[in-house]
């Protein structure tokens, strides 16, 4: 094992146990939420992941960027297969080991390979230009200045660097695969030496701005190997950081989706327990209800802050993709009130991690002083919200920002008793007259009376 073998191998290993570092913490902040039971009917869950995440059918409903999405996602996916051989060769010193394995196959492989790298290409500059050139308005809410924007630029850059870097190490070693035995001993590169002859099916178009020299050939296949693996392995570890987090989180976020029929609305077991015990006629209205056995009180009602929320409401966080599909399709964003549903999931994120970073450094029962509520999400955004679930409908990864806006809403009202004078005046209304109108029950068929 030479020293170029032994720096790949510590990079290899320092990037994988970094990577899994972060996702530890990623799950751990996850499992910050309350418990909540997702283990129903697996046979529907698995076709609804097979059909949103791995089937992009939500994507495609706008047929443009569904189909250059499905080009990048698929084939950065599946190029991605053959770093297991660059992998074996960096760490055993090996070139294209597959290839004598595979024979003819190999070329069928790469090509394939090479084609998809180009959809990718295709894919990314198309993404450019609709968020540089074109512009495009969901690409530039008040919520996507600074980081967001630059995230999503960077890893397009980054994609392209990736591409580029694959199809010139190809290339190069391409040219240097045709050079006969004794030329390539004579110069020390005998790994080059194979049974393979002739280009790549898209590569082969970039070998005329090579130059000729053999050694120079090799140290840019070299570089573009390099640039190619451990750009693989910084990607890797900026995930975590990303947005882009949700290549990973999309099957599980999809599978975990909520199987009720949209507009159900969760109730709390503990209130409707008091509800129906309160509407019992046979119940003596003076009378405490008498605690169940090992029941516990609820420390709050509804959400403050992102503990309050369920594991699969923070998971939709980690999960947004920030496409914006959400917040262009809500009523209330589109005539100018303050609600963006992708806000409502980038700020729960962003007070995910805030308080995990708080763990890291002050321990599990550290305070900071801080919430979701308010300090992130106003109370106004959250009336703002129509309860319509278009925001639901147009996630192309099943996030339901509306669970948290009435999560939150849910503390407003119960803890804060801090509802909008419109819903004050139904909430009383109710309670005497048993109906959201200001009449008594016994006057609501006076409308009846000036009819036949």
């Given at each position: 094992m030479g020293i170029s073998n032994i720096i790949f191998a510590v990079i290899f290993i320092a990037a994988v146990v970094f990577f899994a570092k972060n996702v530890g913490k990623i799950r751990r902040n996850i499992l910050l939420g309350r418990d909540e039971d997702r283990s129903?009917?697996?046979?529907?869950?698995?076709?609804?992941?097979?059909?949103?995440?791995?089937?992009?059918?939500?994507?495609?409903?706008?047929?443009?960027?569904?189909?250059?999405?499905?080009?990048?996602?698929?084939g950065f996916v599946i190029i991605n297969i053959e770093v297991l051989e660059i992998i074996i060769d960096g760490i055993f010193g090996t070139h294209r080991i597959f290839s004598s394995a595979l024979g003819d196959s190999y070329y069928f492989l790469i090509n394939f390979f090479e084609i998809l790298a180009l959809l990718v290409v295709l894919g990314v500059v198309v993404f450019l230009l609709r968020r540089l050139v074109m512009r495009l308005q969901r690409f530039y809410k008040p919520e996507m200045k600074g980081w967001p924007t630059t995230d999503a630029l960077n890893i397009l850059w980054i994609e392209l660097v990736l591409m580029a870097a694959f199809l010139t190490m190809n290339a190069a070693d391409s040219v240097l695969l045709q050079a006969s035995a004794d030329q390539l001993a004579s110069l020390g590169l005998e790994k080059y030496t194979s049974d393979l002859q002739g280009g790549f099916v898209v590569s082969q178009f970039?070998?005329?701005?090579?130059?000729?020299?053999?050694?120079?050939?090799?140290?840019?296949?070299?570089?573009?190997?390099?640039?190619?693996?451990?750009?693989?392995?910084?990607?890797?570890?900026?995930?975590?950081?990303?947005?882009?987090?949700?290549?990973?989180l999309a099957f599980p976020n999809t599978y975990y989706s909520d199987l009720e029929e949209q507009g159900k609305f969760s109730n709390d077991d503990k209130v409707k327990k008091e509800v129906e015990l309160m509407m019992d006629p046979n119940a003596d209205p003076f009378a405490a209800p008498a605690p169940e056995e090992g029941a516990e009180e609820p420390d709050t009602f509804g959400a403050k802050d992102v503990q309050d929320l369920t594991w699969k409401n923070l998971m939709d966080a980690y999960s947004c993709t920030e496409c914006g599909r959400c917040t262009s399709e809500c009523p209330a964003n589109q005539t100018g009130k303050l609600l963006s549903?992708?806000?409502?999931?980038?700020?729960?994120?962003?007070?995910?991690?805030?308080?995990?970073?708080?763990?890291?450094?002050?321990?599990?029962?550290?305070?900071?002083?801080?919430?979701?509520?308010n300090d992130y999400i106003t109370p106004e955004e959250l009336w703002a919200c129509t309860t319509c679930n278009a925001c639901v409908e147009a996630c192309p990864v099943n996030i339901d920002p509306l669970s948290i806006i009435m999560e939150m809403r849910r503390y407003l009202i119960m803890e804060e008793s801090a509802a909008p004078s419109e819903l004050a005046g139904m909430f009383t209304n109710v309670e005497n007259?048993?109906?959201?109108?200001?009449?008594?029950?016994?006057?609501r068929l006076k409308w009846a009376e000036e009819t036949d």
């Amino acid at each position: 094992m030479g020293i170029s073998n032994i720096i790949f191998a510590v990079i290899f290993i320092a990037a994988v146990v970094f990577f899994a570092k972060n996702v530890g913490k990623i799950r751990r902040n996850i499992l910050l939420g309350r418990d909540e039971d997702r283990s129903d009917n697996p046979g529907e869950r698995w076709k609804t992941m097979a059909r949103v995440a791995l089937g992009q059918s939500k994507m495609t409903v706008r047929p443009i960027a569904g189909i250059m999405h499905i080009f990048v996602y698929v084939g950065f996916v599946i190029i991605n297969i053959e770093v297991l051989e660059i992998i074996i060769d960096g760490i055993f010193g090996t070139h294209r080991i597959f290839s004598s394995a595979l024979g003819d196959s190999y070329y069928f492989l790469i090509n394939f390979f090479e084609i998809l790298a180009l959809l990718v290409v295709l894919g990314v500059v198309v993404f450019l230009l609709r968020r540089l050139v074109m512009r495009l308005q969901r690409f530039y809410k008040p919520e996507m200045k600074g980081w967001p924007t630059t995230d999503a630029l960077n890893i397009l850059w980054i994609e392209l660097v990736l591409m580029a870097a694959f199809l010139t190490m190809n290339a190069a070693d391409s040219v240097l695969l045709q050079a006969s035995a004794d030329q390539l001993a004579s110069l020390g590169l005998e790994k080059y030496t194979s049974d393979l002859q002739g280009g790549f099916v898209v590569s082969q178009f970039l070998t005329g701005m090579l130059p000729e020299d053999l050694t120079t050939l090799a140290a840019i296949e070299r570089t573009a190997w390099w640039l190619h693996i451990v750009g693989i392995l910084a990607f890797l570890n900026y995930l975590p950081y990303s947005k882009h987090f949700h290549i990973i989180l999309a099957f599980p976020n999809t599978y975990y989706s909520d199987l009720e029929e949209q507009g159900k609305f969760s109730n709390d077991d503990k209130v409707k327990k008091e509800v129906e015990l309160m509407m019992d006629p046979n119940a003596d209205p003076f009378a405490a209800p008498a605690p169940e056995e090992g029941a516990e009180e609820p420390d709050t009602f509804g959400a403050k802050d992102v503990q309050d929320l369920t594991w699969k409401n923070l998971m939709d966080a980690y999960s947004c993709t920030e496409c914006g599909r959400c917040t262009s399709e809500c009523p209330a964003n589109q005539t100018g009130k303050l609600l963006s549903p992708r806000k409502i999931m980038m700020d729960t994120r962003d007070r995910l991690v805030e308080v995990g970073k708080g763990i890291d450094k002050n321990g599990k029962d550290h305070k900071d002083g801080k919430a979701l509520l308010n300090d992130y999400i106003t109370p106004e955004e959250l009336w703002a919200c129509t309860t319509c679930n278009a925001c639901v409908e147009a996630c192309p990864v099943n996030i339901d920002p509306l669970s948290i806006i009435m999560e939150m809403r849910r503390y407003l009202i119960m803890e804060e008793s801090a509802a909008p004078s419109e819903l004050a005046g139904m909430f009383t209304n109710v309670e005497n007259n048993g109906a959201p109108w200001q009449f008594a029950q016994a006057d609501r068929l006076k409308w009846a009376e000036e009819t036949d």
